[in-house]
């Protein structure tokens, strides 16, 4: 067996080469002959070759630093493992610590988010590691429903999800009882069939969180058969006094309940049937309604262009458009008509239903502009904004708010406060619909440019607008004071101070 896996040979590689990369025919390469054994080095053979599909060949160059400690660590071991596979990811770890007090190197480092926070991430050894060994596990034959991470593609069942995110697997891991978490699964699969991706995944978090509440406070309750409403009554209690905000609580006791009433339903647990009254739901606490300023929108928008040209006009579509961000993101390469010379744009919303509104010529041209790029680089794509690693899927609602986020902190903007932005993208909608309040328009064509059913939403935007409201009132003011002054022409001089104080 060739003891070395060169560049050249994993498909990052080809492809450098492809656009121009010149690599060294006997330097450019992996060397196994630092694994102990030839099971090792075929293990990692196989890892490789399955890294250099998914990365870039600068990520599996920088992997190199990371594969010459691992080899370092496994040859100062007294007693060396034949297989990756000998030991668990545990005796790994005891290996790589010792490795790593001993050069000086540390288990943790600080990292600053795209948030602006700081959080300790595990050191890159440890989890370059940790990719191998998940790599090399033996493949799960039982069925997905029996396993306890699932992969979405393998359930045979259609999966109503939201394009601009990508959900590969549920992790039901989180749910320490196995009784439970058995029931939960069951629960799970039905409302697959029936209810979107992203509520499934709030009913998994408010299930998680109920799960740690038993792991802490009522150890002996393994089924969900086992749940009586003195126990649902303690952990609402806690839930409402646990110190969190709480904005999300009315949700998560909901979804709590669904998912109870669907085991109770599925397994027969009579008990799960009446646990939950009608009081047992808080009230929902409405978040505070934002928008952006015009101060805020002009800072903003006047960084944005350094983005990506595709991001950029992404950014100024979705500002003149005033969708959901999800709309925007899914935006059809066919979504522009002309009719009677007016520009009409189709709008499918991914939670609602498809409308059309017209648009100026201007960002028609700009829309037209995008398909254009989009049409040369990734040829005949359903959307206009596309994922660049995967061209069936729209660009990702992940990757536009890390990179707006990374400028945002580069650039050190900040809001009319003196607060660093933070990437509010439905508070464009927000702003647009604002916009339209103070254009006077009435509130069915503004819910019908909006997308809305309804025009239950459309008071929220008429709230919001400060400009409206104190043009408005200084209006009513001038016409009353005009009023006053004609009913007071004739009333004699001691009115005279009235009329000079206007």
Request: charged letters at 30%.
């Amino acid at each position: 067996m060739d003891n070395k896996v060169f560049y050249r040979e994993l498909e990052c590689g080809i492809a450098a080469i492809q656009n121009g990369e010149s690599l060294d025919a006997e330097t450019d390469c992996y060397d196994l002959s630092l694994l102990p054994t030839d099971t090792m080095k075929e293990e990692f053979r196989r890892y490789l070759l399955h890294r250099g599909k998914n990365v870039s060949l600068r990520t599996v160059k920088a992997d190199k630093t990371c594969y010459k400690q691992l080899c370092q660590a496994i040859q100062r071991s007294r007693k060396k493992p034949h297989s990756f596979t000998d030991w668990n990811e545990k005796e790994w770890i005891k290996l790589l610590h010792i490795w790593m007090l001993g050069n000086g190197t540390a288990f943790f480092y600080e990292k600053k988010t795209v948030y602006g926070t700081i959080t300790k991430v595990q050191a890159r050894l440890i989890r370059y590691v940790m990719c191998i060994l998940r790599f090399l596990q033996p493949q799960d034959q039982r069925p997905e429903k029996e396993k306890d991470i699932w992969r979405l593609e393998n359930l045979g069942i259609v999966i109503n999800d939201n394009p601009i995110y990508k959900t590969e697997t549920l992790n039901f891991t989180g749910i320490s009882q196995e009784g439970i978490r058995e029931e939960f699964k069951q629960a799970v699969y039905q409302h697959l069939k029936f209810e979107k991706l992203g509520t499934v995944k709030r009913e998994m978090t408010s299930m998680r969180q109920f799960s740690a509440y038993l792991r802490e406070k009522a150890k002996d309750i393994k089924s969900c058969s086992e749940i009586d409403r003195a126990l649902l009554e303690d952990y609402l209690i806690h839930r409402a006094t646990d110190g969190s905000s709480g904005r999300s609580n009315s949700d998560n006791i909901l979804k709590l309940r669904n998912v109870l009433e669907t085991i109770g339903k599925i397994c027969g647990y009579s008990n799960l049937e009446r646990l939950f009254i009608s009081t047992d739901i808080p009230s929902e606490i409405q978040p505070e309604f934002k928008t952006y300023s015009e101060n805020e929108l002009k800072r903003l928008n006047a960084h944005i262009t350094k983005l990506d040209v595709q991001l950029t006009r992404c950014m100024v579509i979705h500002q003149m458009l005033g969708t959901r961000i999800s709309d925007t993101l899914t935006l059809r390469r066919d979504c522009l008509s002309n009719r009677n010379g007016l520009d009409i744009i189709r709008i499918v919303q991914v939670k609602t239903s498809t409308y059309e509104k017209p648009i100026s010529a201007e960002l028609a041209a700009l829309i037209r502009k995008s398909i254009e790029y989009s049409e040369q680089r990734h040829g005949e794509s359903e959307y206009i904004f596309v994922d660049a690693k995967d061209s069936s899927r729209p660009l990702q609602y992940t990757t536009i708010k890390h990179k707006v986020l990374g400028l945002i902190q580069k650039e050190g903007l900040t809001d009319d406060e003196g607060k660093p932005f933070r990437f509010g993208s439905h508070m464009f909608r927000r702003s647009y619909g604002v916009k339209l309040t103070e254009l006077h328009l009435d509130d069915w064509t503004i819910a019908k440019l909006l997308g809305h059913k309804s025009l239950s939403a459309v008071k929220h935007y008429r709230k919001m607008s400060n400009q409206l409201l104190a043009d408005e009132t200084r209006r009513a003011r001038e016409a009353q004071t005009r009023i006053l002054l004609a009913h007071l022409e004739g009333w004699g001089d001691e009115y005279e101070q009235i009329r000079q104080d206007d």
